[in-house]
């Protein structure tokens, strides 16, 4: 299966559909923190390549809940944000998922299909997780733990907390590439095939 990871530097999700065997690749405007298969640029300039399924995680500095008293400065920030957020929604890709907190896409474009903790995937910690999917089934929780520490929403500023907290937990990125990489591929004609 052609997996794009969309707006994702660490490589987490990535590698985790790589590790099953997957033609999985990172695109970012950033440079890769791992190495591996990473596209350096505007992720709308590969929307149409091909994919058999996206994951992206568009930049929630303008769109997260969590800097609402900073929202009357942002206007036409959070109105690029959507617009991206909505191109990536509506991307000629059969299978979708997007990842964000808690944010005004939920109030603007649509609520999440599914709300996710880390600590339901091995972590003990709270860090809210929405997903907007596109034919994509909810994602079971594979091992929820005790622990509910909000070590994301505490960490100090620092030049790399925005690089920190936007990260997938691992245990998260291994639930989406166990549990959707065996999804049967979907043709451009809308049947499906196995991905062996």
Known sequence: MRVLIACEFSGTVREAFAARGHDAWSC?????DYPG????C??????????????AHPPCTHLAVSGARW???????????????RLLMAAPIPRIAIENPVSIISSTIRRPDQIIQPWQFGHGEMKTTCLWLKNLPRLRHTNVVEGREQRIWK???SETRWAERSKTFPGIAEAMADQW????????TGFMRLCV
């Open 28 to 32: 970012d405007i950033l440079p890769m």
């Open 37 to 40: 298969k990473h596209l350096q």
């Open 42 to 55: 505007d992720v709308s300039e590969i929307l149409g390549d091909n994919w058999d399924m996206m994951i």
């Open 71 to 85: 929202f009357p400065g942002k206007v036409e920030e959070q109105k690029d944000s959507l617009a991206f957020v």
């Open 155 to 157: 960490m100090p500023p």
């Open 181 to 188: 990489g065996k999804l049967p591929v979907i043709s451009d």
